[in-house]
């Protein structure tokens, strides 16, 4: 219900900007006991750099169907501890 409220509520629920979005579900999950993970990506575009957050719940994309197209370079676990980085920065 959660994750439905979150990617469907339209603008007087939720926000379409995916970061805000992302740090909301992953809250509420997270407060729930779910196994939700906060993951942040960037894609080389049009001679720039895009950046894009979202939520997996039990290793399953939940959030966003266009994350498949980002190199992940952070995830944040259980207890907003960094689980894994792939970037020398972070």
């Known amino acids: 219900a959660i ?11 939720v926000s379409r900007n995916c970061l805000e979005r992302s740090l909301l579900l992953y809250r509420l999950l997270s407060r729930e006991g779910a196994d939700a993970n906060l993951v942040f990506g960037i894609s080389r575009r ?8 979202g939520i997996e719940l039990d290793g ?7 994350a498949h197209t980002y ?3 952070a995830i944040f676990g259980a207890h907003g501890r ?6 020398s920065l972070l």
């Not at 994750?3 to 629920?13: A, E, F, M, S, Y």
């Not at 399953?60 to 266009?66: A, F, N």
């Not at 960094?82 to 970037?87: F, G, N």
């Open 46 to 53: 049009d001679g720039g750099l895009d950046g894009h957050a």
């Open 71 to 73: 190199d992940r370079v």
């Open 82 to 87: 960094l689980a894994r980085s792939t970037h």
């Open 3 to 13: 994750v439905d409220i979150c990617l469907n509520g339209g603008r007087l629920l």
């Open 60 to 66: 399953r994309v939940v959030s966003d169907h266009s």
